[in-house]
Every structure is written in C-alpha cells, then in structure tokens.
C-alpha cells in the first residue's frame, strides 16, 4: 500500500464552521487529489495538485479550497461549512510516469449537523 | 470530454458462478481504463488497468477485463465468484490528454452481492 494517511477520519461539525481536512504521503508523489464520494454519484474530483504550491479545481470545486505548502501534505478546508458538503472524502497520489495509477487513503466521513 | 458508464447498479451472483460487470465508456482520445474495488468501509484499491498494452487486462484476485475500442467497453469478468468478492466496484476513465494532469472519472459504481 502506498503511504497515505488521513486525518481527521470521522468528524462531526456543526453547519457554518470551518473544517479543515488533512492528507499526508510518504510515496514523494507529485500529484494529489482530494475526491468526495456520495451514493450514486461515484467519486467526484474536489481540487488537485501537480506540484507544491500548484492546484487546480475539479468538477465540485465551490465551497472548498486547498493548500499545499509540501509534498507530503494536502490540506482541504471547507470555509464555512454545509450540510450538503456531508459525505466522505478521500485523497490520492499519483506517481508521474508509468503505470497512471492513483494510490487512496482510507477516506474521512464528515457530518455537518 | 470523458465519461463512463457501469449498466448495472447492483449484480448479485450465486458463490462458484461467473462475475460480469459491465462498463461504457467515452473519450476523445485513446483511454487509460481502471477498475477499483471499494470493500465495506474501506478506501479505494486497483483491480486492473488498461493503458494502450494488451487488450485482455488481468488483475488481483482472478478478474479480468477486455478493452473493445469498437463497442467502447471494458467489462471486469471473473470466472467463479467468491464470497470475499462482495464489494462495490468503479469502472474509471482518464483521457491523459493533458500529461501529468491526470484527472479521473468514475462511474457511479456497481454493488456485487454473492449468494452463498
């Protein structure tokens, strides 16, 4: 298994608070992912990087943002948060080169009450 | 622009009996095609991937699954279930048109029971 860590893994928070999520590697990957998966929708993409201080949105980018100030790390940060945004949020890496395949953590199952 | 479609929501086998799970998918350029296993509770692990090699793909725990340009599928098979098996399943594309902004799309899953 790739090394990817996730934290927190559950949470609840209450509408209107802020959240911040956080991925953590030790595969020195160069790209990272943050997705959101929801019944019957699959997993979406939030935000993704392709490089420390570089990121791009997704398909179901409003209402986050992102930040990534090392390799190893990629925040997520719901500003204010809503119930809409409870569902279970998972990040990935990707190795340039080679075999294109994303490597997941274990996911954080947020609730906004 | 991609997509991909997984034509069953759930699928339930008998235990010892074949698996098919079924995937469409549409691309503008030549594909890279996955297939990822998500267990109870879990996070997502690779079954196989498909990326412009051999058309016939096969992956962990005895699936396979053949790329076919001309009916734009790429169908994950098993010869004989197991119970270990019962998982939710994501057929994923990636155009890889742009390098390095490798950005995935899923389809929307299918649940694979099995009947003991």
């Known amino acids: 298994d790739a090394g990817i860590t996730q934290s927190p893994r559950h949470k609840v928070t209450e509408t209107g608070t802020p959240v911040t999520l956080r991925c953590h590697q030790t595969e020195n990957h160069r790209y990272m992912y943050w997705y959101r998966q929801d019944p019957g929708h699959g997993l979406r993409l939030i935000h993704y990087?392709?490089?420390?201080?570089?990121?791009d949105k997704g398909e179901v980018s409003d209402g986050y943002s992102v930040s990534r100030s090392k390799t190893e790390d990629f925040l997520l940060t719901l500003e204010s948060a809503t119930s809409s945004q409870t569902s279970v949020y998972f990040c990935?890496?990707?190795?340039?080169?080679?075999?294109?395949?994303?490597?997941f953590g274990p996911g954080t199952r947020l609730t906004v009450t | 622009a991609q997509s991909v479609t997984q034509l069953d929501s759930h699928v339930s086998v008998s235990e010892g009996t074949p698996v098919l799970l079924r995937c469409n998918y549409s691309s503008s350029y030549s594909p890279s095609l996955f297939w990822y296993v998500q267990h109870p509770n879990k996070g997502l692990q690779l079954l196989l991937k498909y990326t412009s090699a051999a058309t016939l793909v096969k992956g962990i725990n005895g699936f396979e699954a053949e790329f076919k340009k001309s009916e734009t599928s790429f169908h994950l098979t098993k010869p004989s279930a197991h119970m270990s098996d019962a998982a939710e399943y994501f057929c994923?594309?990636?155009?890889?048109?742009?390098?390095?902004?490798?950005?995935?799309?899923f389809g929307t899953g299918t649940r694979l029971t099995i009947i003991p």
């Open positions: 990935a890496t990707l190795e340039r080169g080679g075999s294109y395949e994303q490597y």
């Open positions: 994923v594309v990636s155009d890889r048109v742009d390098f390095g902004n490798e950005k995935l799309t």
């Open positions: 990087s392709y490089g420390v201080k570089d990121t």
